[in-house]
Every structure is written in C-alpha cells, then in structure tokens.
C-alpha cells in the first residue's frame, strides 16, 4: 500500500544505503529516453506530462467539471 512518504519511483540499487529513496529526475528522464530508444517510438517525459494532462482534462470535462474549477 502507498503512502505519501513513499516514492512514486523507488531506487531498486543493491546498495542498501540508496534502497527505496526516490529517483532523481535525471535518472527517470534516462529511462524514458532508453524505453523510447528500444521501443523505436520516439516520446519524452515532457510529452508524456502533456499528453496525459489533456487526457485527464478530457475526462474531467466529460463528468462535467471545467479543468480549471479542479
């Protein structure tokens, strides 16, 4: 179960001392650069946030509440 003193990306390093703590946004831009280098579909964090925002905004406007009013 979540909590708000747990990250939402947890490190998963062999060393115990960075077990758990959060990942920097560094490293998770590295990983969505590496996924859409593998997966050959080219997309970054930043359109990522964008595309997601629009969704929920869509879904928002759809139950009837304005984006700007949540």
């Known amino acids: 179960m979540a909590s708000d003193k747990m990250p939402v990306f947890a490190n998963v390093s062999p060393d115990p001392a960075k077990r758990g703590l959060p990942l920097s946004d ?28 629009r969704r929920f905004d869509c879904l928002l406007q759809r139950i009837g509440i304005h984006p700007t009013d949540a």
Do not use: M, N, T, Y
Not at 31 to 53: G, M, N, P, T, Y
């Open 26 to 53: 560094r490293v998770i831009k590295r990983l969505i650069q590496d996924i859409s280098e593998v997966a050959k579909v080219k997309f970054s964090c930043h359109w990522l946030r964008h595309s997601h925002a």
